[in-house]
């Protein structure tokens, strides 16, 4: 993925939006090669919890 692209960035904001800041965000992923991997199920389910607390 090229960094900075419209994907990334919007990405960045769900992943950002659903655990509420970066150092959530990095102990929910795993680091392969210096950079930090989420999968996508773990951002779904973290959604699928806040919308939960909410409701």
Known sequence: M????AQALKLG???HET???WR?????AVQR???YVI????IRA???EKTA???
């Open 2 to 5: 090229q960094l900075n692209s």
């Open 13 to 15: 904001r769900e992943v």
């Open 19 to 21: 655990f509420g800041s």
């Open 24 to 28: 959530k965000a990095r102990e929910a």
């Open 33 to 35: 090669n210096g950079v």
């Open 39 to 42: 999968d996508r199920e773990k």
């Open 46 to 48: 973290a959604r699928a």
């Open 53 to 55: 607390e909410t409701a």
